[in-house]
């Protein structure tokens, strides 16, 4: 692949995704260049809707991309640095396209779509913007059996980890609330409760038992690692076990992710990869 190319979206995960960053130097290297690639690819379309330029309107930004998209699909040719060398991804590593339409469908629906009714409704937008992303990376890492449905659910785990995370930065920034409705009423949660970074008790406890919802879908997604390439499985334990960790700095905070970006210190992640690498039978490494 384009060396050129490798390097610009090298850049991008290393100033967006410093845990998927760290987790990627386990991987041989053309492995790794691919995930840079990829990871370039989702993040420029995500940061198109999330933090448009001054002057810009995400929805037309958006559709051109997708336009642009489905034009270098079509012709086989990237019409920009990235198009060329994701099109160039999806050849090599036999990635079917539907994928990545399914995630630029998602970032459409991000900005038209702010509110969900049940977790079902949320889950369709999950599927779109993280499931997608974790099959992608499946067909990089050489998969067998039934490891598209587990990389789902390590997926969902994610995407769900990052919107308790960002409950806060998400409402006040971009006017966006991803806790379903029927849960914000069966907690006694109100959308001035978030606005007003309020940690009450139904605060709590509606955090409380979403963490352990999140906790079991990473535990489900953790089967799947043994389907994986043999040379994938500790870098995806170690994203699993440093995106996992956030869940519980969240609870060391107090469940307050208002006042402060919930974060894991370096020495955080560490601990992590050393608890992996000790214990890689436990992971069918």
């Known amino acids: 692949m384009n060396q050129a190319h490798i ?3 090298k850049k991008i995960m290393h100033t967006h995704g410093v845990s998927y960053f760290l987790a990627t130097r386990f991987f041989p290297r053309d492995t790794r260049e691919a995930i840079y690639i990829l990871y370039a690819f989702v993040r420029m379309a995500d940061e198109l809707v999330d933090n448009p330029k001054e002057g810009e309107n995400p929805l ?6 997708k336009k642009n998209w489905q034009q270098s699909i079509d012709t086989g040719v990237g019409t920009s640095w990235i198009f060329e060398a994701t099109i160039e991804l999806h050849k090599t590593y036999n990635i079917p396209f539907e994928y990545s339409l399914d995630f630029i469908d998602a970032m459409i629906q991000d900005v038209h779509q702010s509110r969900y009714d049940t977790y079902e409704s949320l ?3 999950i599927y779109g913007s993280a499931e997608t992303v974790g099959c992608m990376l499946s067909h990089i890492f050489g998969f067998q059996g039934d490891a598209l449905l587990y990389a789902k659910k390590l997926g969902e785990a994610m995407q769900m980890t990052n919107f308790l995370r960002d409950v806060h930065d998400d409402y006040v920034t971009r006017n966006r609330v991803y806790i379903p409705e029927d849960d914000l009423q069966r907690f006694g949660i109100t959308e001035s409760m978030i606005a007003d970074a309020q940690v009450t008790k139904e605060w709590r406890a509606y955090m409380e038992y979403e963490i352990a919802h999140t906790r079991n879908l990473y535990e489900e997604a953790k089967k799947g690692i043994p389907l994986l390439s043999r040379e994938a499985r500790i870098p995806v334990a170690l994203a699993l ?11 060391k ?4 992710i208002f006042s402060r970006r919930v974060k894991t210190s370096r020495i955080t992640k560490i601990r992590c990869i050393l608890k992996v690498l000790w214990n890689k039978k436990q992971w069918g490494l």
Do not use: N, P
């Open 253 to 256: 905070a107090g469940y307050d």
């Open 123 to 125: 889950h369709r937008y």
């Open 241 to 251: 076990v440093l995106y996992r960790e956030i869940l519980s700095e969240i609870e």
């Open 60 to 65: 037309e930004k958006i559709y051109e991309w």
């Open 7 to 9: 390097q610009q979206a």
